[in-house]
């Protein structure tokens, strides 16, 4: 029995109106689940601890301090610090004194949690409201009071009710703003847990939204009517009901077995989710802990495991079937399928999904226990997972120390959530914590915290414009830069400069100061902002550039290169550097100089000062600037060969026309060589160009370059061939002066220095098979005739040029001639050879007159057509008249047609030989 009013009065109990643990609910380990079985290790990403300490300060980050010697601090061998993703709040600090005493005259034994507002209940059976930041609320209407623990308070969607359960049986219905629908509970047995309608203050004519569930031993609804309370009992025989939930329509509540799940609508029980605790497990404590994530979504978490269930409509498919006797029986109209089930290696304390509604994501926080005999091992730990099929993953892990751990166990701590706000309350005996993902400022803070400015940058940059944060890129850039100085990493503070100060002149002017009080500007002037659209003052430049100029004249050539014009007053530098020079005389502040008077168009002092130097950019110069008269005016050519003959030959015959050959000729013949050289490129690219030099040209390759006079011979006709031979004849250039008297005519002497001077028998007869001349082949036959090695050559190339039988008539009886068989064998072949090719020749011949003489024959013998309107070529009659008098007709091979009376006359006109010839 118990009884129920708002006096306390005693009313009966109703009967059940719902089926009971024996009717047709259905068990979901018959019904088909999610996923397969995955694997059994969980992988673990990051693991923080975060200790409590005795005052109510407590840090927002994960490594904490411990509390005189109480709770564990981060593993020593870790070698990295994790960035973290919750900072951690303690609700009843010393910030609030009213609140901070509760926990320390009393315990926490259940806690309700609304946008709004906490409900905190207590050992001693109080009630204490609470703000989000735990102040004590004071409220217009008393909060009665448990005479014992109080175990499970809930509040209604709207925060204005409140129901509270306790251990001394009572279930106390309260109204936050009114008492209007205030009415108290009174049950037999301990009342474990409670849950009042979401809807409680929405005017309804409908009693259901002014009702509470509660349990013990059994499952019961207690509605507000207007004759007075009225309590059903939902599930009789269940056992021990450890926690209620209800969303919308749906109620669950666990029991020693499971789950149950009721359609408040249909008043029917739709399903039973098993424990489905390991073995090894099943005896840990009873605790239960339910979260409706939608009106078709509920997770339900044990001690070591948890699954993420949904209600399906059943009437989609059949909704018939036949139970044990064979009858049919009609199923509920909703059926629960185990979506995911996870075993655990920790005591799961509390569960709430991760993120803001609608729940996207399939991660969950968790608030675990590791359970131990020894009391240092004992671990609580925020983790949030990634459920697989019997298996998760690990993608946050903070483990915690709360105020009396050393009292408290795993039925201590609860887990209580706001998702949508992002508030997850952490409850133990004596403390309550509120952990909070994180926001941008919150990393950016702990980045800075821990001077890592680089990440705090990053997380800066990344930034989208939905996104607020009370933190600039402009002010860490600024302490960034500034601990890179304090460490003396300059180096890199300089190439942080161009991301971090963007185009604002006051922060780069800043930067310039400290980096110049620092000695250290010259490491900053390559990243200074050169581009047409963001500039600093000039006076700027000329401090970078005046600092180089003191200290690294090498840096100072290098950046007056690579800056371009209009960055500062180029005649100020020019002036500063001439004062240098005059002190110092130093050739790369001299070239620095020279890049400076091209910079403002003096390009004379530019040219000289290259030139002075031998600077291959004075060639550059010249082609860049047109300076190529400068070349004549200031008799720059031997110079410049002298710099680099090759790029100075190119400059001036690519240039012809603006470096005219007449005057520049002039100043190279002071330098031969270099004339040659000028001379030499000028016929490679035209023979005739310079004809009127070829035969200064001939000297100098007769004194400079010998391998190339034969070559320039052979391909001029420009020079004289008798001073050419001279000069040849002086030098002993013997296949020059062959070439020259074969040019003259002289081919007998010719001949005679290649036998005698050369002593080249091949060339000998190479020369006379160029010339052809039956002359020249007898003077080397008389030459050879002494000379056996040369008579075995002529022998083997004679035979196509000359008769070879003169030369074997002219030999000598009894003269050894080496290979003469071979050679007599060659000739006689190449004589075969020769009769053979004049036979073969002979036969094409013949076969082509007779061929040719047909083709004729066939010609002649053809007719030629005469058609009606064809005309006597004399008379201009009609060759075939209409009438049948019709003379004799000549018709010649052209087509032509005559009259033969016509025709006779004129034959007799012409005499014999032209008559012949015509026709």
């Not at 018959?30 to 109510?56: A, C, H, M, Q």
């Not at 304390?349 to 926080?365: D, F, K, L, T, W």
């Not at 520049?664 to 040659?676: D, G, R, S, V």
């Not at 091979?893 to 009376?901: G, N, V």
Request: negative net charge; contains cysteine; charged residues 25%.
């Amino acid at each position: 029995m118990m009884s129920s009013s708002p006096e306390g009065e005693e009313f009966p109990t109703e009967t059940s109106l719902v089926p009971n643990e024996n009717d047709n609910h259905i068990d979901v380990r018959k019904l088909e689940v999610g996923s397969p079985v995955g694997e059994t290790n969980s992988t673990r990403f990051r693991t923080n601890k975060i200790n409590g300490k005795s005052e109510d300060e407590f840090l927002e980050s994960t490594p904490g301090m411990a509390e005189d010697g109480e709770g564990d601090t981060l593993d020593e061998d870790l070698d990295y610090d994790p960035e973290p993703k919750f900072k951690y709040e303690r609700l009843l600090s010393d910030k609030n004194p009213e609140s901070a005493k509760i926990l320390l005259r009393d315990s926490a034994t259940a806690l309700a949690v609304h946008s709004k507002f906490l409900a905190l209940g207590t050992k001693n059976g109080e009630i204490h409201i609470l703000d989000l930041q735990g102040n004590r609320t004071t409220l217009t209407v008393p909060i009665p009071k448990h005479a014992g623990p109080v175990n499970d308070i809930s509040i209604d969607e709207n925060g204005n009710y409140m129901a509270s359960a306790g251990e001394d049986g009572k279930v106390f219905v309260q109204g936050l703003n009114s008492t209007e629908d205030n009415f108290v509970i009174k049950h037999s047995k301990p009342v474990k847990a409670v849950v009042i309608c979401p809807a409680f203050t929405v005017s309804s004519i409908h009693s259901a939204h002014k009702a509470v569930i509660f349990g013990s031993e059994q499952l019961v609804m207690c509605e507000k009517r207007f004759l007075g309370p009225k309590s059903t009992i939902l599930d009789e025989r269940c056992g021990r009901v450890s926690r209620v939930s209800w969303y919308g329509s749906m109620v669950a509540w666990g029991i020693s077995s499971g789950v149950k799940v009721m359609c408040m609508k249909e008043k029917q029980i739709i399903g039973l989710i098993p424990r489905d605790q390991p073995e090894e497990k099943y005896d840990f404590p009873n605790k239960c802990d339910i979260f409706w994530m939608d009106s078709r979504t509920l997770i339900v978490s044990w001690s070591h495991v948890f699954q993420v269930c949904s209600v399906r409509d059943r009437r989609k498919s059949s909704n018939l079937s036949i139970n044990s006797n064979g009858f049919s029986a009609k199923l509920p109209n909703y059926e629960i399928v185990i979506n995911k089930l996870v075993h655990t290696d920790f005591a799961i304390c509390g569960i709430a999904p991760y993120g803001n509604i609608p729940y996207s994501s399939e991660q969950y926080v968790v608030l675990g226990y590791s359970a131990s005999s020894k009391e240092e091992d004992k671990k609580l730990q925020l983790k949030v997972i990634q459920p697989r099929w019997e298996d998760y993953s690990e993608a946050i892990c903070d483990i915690l120390v709360l105020r009396g751990n050393m009292y408290s166990s795993y039925e201590d701590y609860h887990l209580h959530s706001l998702p949508e706000d992002g508030l997850y309350f952490i409850v133990s005996s004596k403390d309550i914590v509120i952990a909070k993902p994180l926001d941008i400022d919150d990393i950016i803070d702990w980045h800075l915290e821990r001077e890592a400015y680089e990440e705090a940058l990053k997380v800066v940059t990344q930034l989208s414009t939905r996104q607020s944060s009370r933190h600039n890129l402009r002010d860490i850039g600024r302490k960034y830069l500034e601990s890179l100085r304090l460490k003396q990493n300059f180096e890199a503070a300089a190439r942080a400069c161009t991301k971090l100060l963007g185009k604002d002149k006051t922060l780069w002017e800043e930067q310039i100061a400290e980096f110049h009080r620092a000695g250290k500007l010259h490491l900053l002037a390559p990243y200074l902002p050169r581009s047409p659209d963001f500039q600093l003052s000039p006076a700027v430049y000329e401090l970078v550039l005046s600092t180089f100029l003191q200290s690294d004249h090498d840096g100072f050539l290098r950046t007056v290169k690579e800056w371009p014009l209009g960055l500062y007053n180029v005649q100020v530098v020019i002036n500063a550097v001439i004062d240098v020079l005059v002190r110092n005389p130093n050739q790369t502040i001299l070239e620095a100089l020279g890049a400076l008077y091209s910079f403002v168009k003096q390009f004379d002092k530019a040219l000289a000062i290259y030139v002075k130097l031998k600077h291959q950019d004075v060639f550059d110069l010249i082609v860049r600037h047109n300076l190529y008269k400068a070349i004549l005016d200031r008799q720059l050519a031997i110079a410049l060969m002298e710099m680099d003959n090759e790029q100075a030959v190119r400059l001036f015959t690519e240039n012809i026309d603006a470096i005219p050959m007449l005057p520049l000729i002039k100043q190279l013949e002071q330098k031969a060589p270099f004339l040659l050289q000028y001379l030499d490129r000028l016929f490679q690219k035209d023979r005739t160009v310079a004809k009127s030099y070829h035969d200064v040209q001939a000297k100098l390759y007769a004194e400079y370059a010998p391998n190339k006079l034969l070559h320039f011979m052979q391909h001029s006709k420009h020079f004289d061939l008798r001073n050419a031979f001279e000069i040849c004849q002086k030098k002993s250039m013997v296949p020059e002066m062959v070439y020259l008297l074969s040019r003259m005519g002289n081919l007998k002497e010719a001949l005679e220095l290649i036998m005698n001077k050369m002593n080249d028998i091949a060339r000998a007869v190479e020369f006379c098979k160029e010339q052809n001349d039956n002359d020249l082949w007898m003077i080397m036959i008389g030459y050879s005739l002494d000379k056996p090695a040369f008579i075995t050559t002529l022998l083997h190339n004679i035979g196509t040029h000359v008769d070879p039988t003169i030369l074997i008539r002219r030999i000598k009886n009894g003269l050894q001639i080496p290979g003469l068989r071979d050679s007599l064998v060659r000739i006689l072949q190449d004589y075969h050879l020769q009769i053979t090719l004049r036979e073969g020749c002979k036969k094409i011949m013949v076969n082509d007159c007779f061929q040719l003489l047909a083709k004729l024959l066939k010609l002649r013998q053809r007719g030629s057509f005469v058609d009606i309107d064809s005309v006597c070529y004399v008379c201009k009659d009609r060759v075939l008249p209409a009438d049948e008098t019709v003379s004799d007709v000549v018709v010649f091979q052209c087509r032509h047609a005559f009259h033969t009376l016509k025709f006779e006359p004129i034959l007799l006109d012409f005499e014999p030989e032209t008559n012949l010839r015509f026709l």
